[in-house]
């Protein structure tokens, strides 16, 4: 159980354009979803916090307008990189909490997206 | 905020033998903390976690030990087999309802020698 499935697994744009990129909960509810960069072998850092149905929190240096992420149901959350360029080359990871999952309950990770711009 | 380290960066074992993997951090708030197993080209996957109020957990080849008291925890893996060869990332997190965040380490990329 607790499944996250994020679509697509890979992706390469061109500069100047915008990619969406799906992340869903399979198997359960998700109030809050989410959203890791990560660079070559280095660590994951946190980009935003998703909430379905309300605006999404995003960490200190993160872009808002360029990184929209929309959460409009509980298993569903998408992270829109707006006009590309190659520094946003990147591997993008999701992730949930099963709603209601108690105290600490797991994270668990989607499969990421390798987006490659040109 | 927390502030996760994580040693060491990489690590070579031979099959078999026993692997090591330790963290520090520094919010004595946090008491969750889970270690992630991630393969090339995956997200990352939970391999087992601790909260404050154990100081050991073990499952199977698989455990992890917590001093609160030091701000450090460890990842231990006996019997390595090569499938264990990948990285490894330690985090911590506050008490969480949902929507609190994990810290991770920085990693630490195991390979099994065969």
Redesign the interface.
Known sequence: GAVVSQHPSRVICKSGTSVKIECRSLDFQATTMFWYRQFPKQSLMLMATSNEGSKATYEQGVEKDKFLINHASLTLSTLTVTSAHPEDSSFYICSARVSGGGYNSPLHFGNGTRLTVT | GENVEQHPSTLSVQEGDSAVIKCTYSDSAS??F?W?KQEL??????II?I?SNVGEKKDQRIAVTLNKTAKHFSLHITETQPEDSAVY?CAA?P?????E??T????T?LTIIP
Not at chain 2, 41 to 46: A, D, S
Not at chain 2, 95 to 99: E, L, T
């Open positions: 008491n969750y889970p992630y080209g995956k997200g990352p996957q939970l976690d909260r990332f997190s008490p969480s309802f949902g929507n965040k994990l991770f380490g920085t990693g990329r």
